[in-house]
């Protein structure tokens, strides 16, 4: 998809037209696989010469005091259980100084406030969005407005429009050429962090670590590592030990690194890469017993984010001077943090009573995070007239993600109807900001995935009626016609999730 002129005046519009322009399509992501060479090695090196052409050094970001998170599951919900402690410590000791001080005395401690423990800013930089790109770039635990995202993302487009790369230096950073779409993004909120002056920020690794965008980063204060599994071994690896290697090449010199119970495999190599990079030191997350506190995200397994999410704050406020101890009782701003702690998508329940639906909702996309929220769901789960499965998954192996999540629910209940369906989330076409280009057009008319995904779902349940809708749309109407009570399980891929939360929102739909 060619990079389109842009408008004198320039929208938001504008601005997610630019930005989908940045994405690989199907054909150069099967040439990458096929050729079994996905120049990883380059990442690194570019992403510092693209931060240069927008007018930062790396070793500038870390006025940012950022927290830098890996993993195969859950690291998005430690990232948010993090943002939510922290936001109970901004602007902290203003707040008590304006309470309490007289307006003379109030100046003074004003002049000293920078030379105390302080956070003004939090910001979240995380992937993917669910309905709005301006999801993951968050101050405050609000995304971006769309003037702002507007503002900013044209600043850097400018930026790299009024620049180059030196031809002998980087041959492949051709004129006129902008970094792929998740580059673009990791650059943008660098740009917007700074320009903020977000002064506590917390990053989401993309795609493993040690070649993974973000890692350009030099001095965050601690790095931290959720539950590793088997994933994207086309980048990764197949083995534990491969995929360890990549999560921690985010650990840094003198830096913290903490990591959360890991498989034997995976847990040696996170040591030994420990030493190799001469962290600060390297910690094991203790099991703290959790019970008398209400997470904000739902489901067993968040215990083990939660437990990651205290360490990495209290590491983090520690560097920054705040006085924190979390060896015994938990400070009242992180039981705070942890229960209103919010992260759509996972683990989440929608009443819909107007139609007598309840849905279900969980992104999961590897085995483990299947078997854990196929296992939330069977909890929850109300004993409804009918029970239906919302099922995609594009990419990855969704035949053994369906065995696994039939493995976990079918002990317990059984459903009425299994529906398979594309990401696509209207009958015409995706919403602006859910554009997909990797996935080719042929594969979405033709739904050769999904018709794949029935056969398997047939032979292991005969008696459960398959479906198999063009789009997201199209399936919840199907649902909306059911009669009854229903409860629904939507699950497989938070692409799925992200379209069927934009059309859940629209109210104009048919009933």
């Known amino acids: 998809m060619g990079q389109p002129d842009m408008p004198l005046h320039r929208s938001y519009k504008d601005a997610i037209r630019a930005l989908n322009s940045l994405q690989s399509n199907y054909a150069t992501i099967e040439a990458i696989r096929k050729s079994g060479n996905n120049r990883s090695a380059n990442n690194i090196p570019e992403m510092v010469e693209w931060t240069r052409r927008i007018g930062y050094s790396p070793t500038e970001f870390n006025r940012l005091n950022i927290i830098h998170v890996t993993g195969t599951k859950g ?15 901004k602007n902290k000791d203003f707040a008590t100084a304006s309470r309490n001080s007289s307006s003379s005395t109030l100046a003074s401690s004003r002049s000293n406030e920078l030379e105390k423990p302080h956070i003004t800013k939090v910001g979240l930089y995380s992937s993917p969005h669910l309905k709005s790109v301006r999801e993951r770039i968050r101050i405050n635990g609000k995304p971006l407005t769309e ?38 993004l990791t650059l943008l909120s660098f740009h917007v962090f700074m320009s903020e002056n977000v002064d506590s920020a917390i990053y989401e690794v993309g795609v493993g670590g040690e070649f993974d965008s973000t890692n350009i980063i030099e001095k965050p204060t601690v790095t931290g590592v959720s539950a590793l599994g088997i994933d994207h071994t086309f980048m990764l690896g197949n083995t534990l030990t491969d995929i360890a290697w990549n999560k921690s090449g985010i650990f840094k010199e003198g830096v913290p690194a903490v990591s959360v119970p890991q498989p034997e495999e995976g847990m040696n190599e996170l040591v030994r890469r420990a030493e190799e990079r001469k962290v600060k030191f390297f910690k094991v997350v203790p099991d703290r017993d959790l019970s008398d506190i209400k997470l904000g995200l739902a489901g067993a397994f968040q215990k083990e984010n939660a437990n990651l999410a205290i360490e990495l704050a209290a590491i983090h406020l520690q560097k920054l001077g705040f006085k924190v101890d979390v060896k015994d009782d938990l400070p009242d701003e992180f039981v705070e943090g942890l229960s209103s702690a919010t992260w759509p998508g996972r683990c989440q329940i929608i009443e819909e009573p107007e139609n007598q639906i309840t849905w ?16 939330w769901f069977t909890e929850k789960q109300t004993k409804s007239d009918q029970t239906v499965l919302l099922f995609n998954q594009q990419t990855r192996d969704g035949e053994a993600l369906i ?21 696509l989330t209207w009958s015409d076409g995706y919403s602006d900001d859910l ?9 979405i008319d033709n739904m050769d995935v999904q018709k794949a995904l029935a056969e398997t779902w047939n032979s292991l349940d005969k008696a459960s009626r398959k479906h198999i809708f063009h789009d997201i749309e199209t399936s919840i109407n199907f649902i909306r016609s059911l009669e009854g009570s229903v409860d629904v399980f939507v699950t497989g891929s938070l692409h799925l999730v992200g379209g069927f939360l934009v059309v859940l929102d629209r109210k104009d739909l048919p009933n």
């Open 403 to 423: 065995k696994q999540l039939h493995g976990v629910v079918y002990p317990k209940l059984k459903f009425n109807h299994v529906i398979f369906t594309t990401n």
């Open 75 to 89: 690291k998005g919900s430690t990232c948010a259980f993090v943002q939510s402690i922290l936001k109970r410590y």
């Open 360 to 375: 279900y909702l969980d992104g999961a996309h590897t085995k483990e995070s299947i078997e854990a929220s196929s296992q």
């Open 147 to 184: 003037d702002l995202f507007t503002k900013y993302f044209f600043e850097v487009w400018d930026r790299l429009e009024n620049s180059e790369s030196n031809p002998s230096t980087f041959p492949q950073l051709s004129p006129g050429l902008k970094p792929a779409y998740f580059k673009y």
């Open 435 to 443: 554009v997909s280009l990797n996935i080719s057009k042929e594969e």
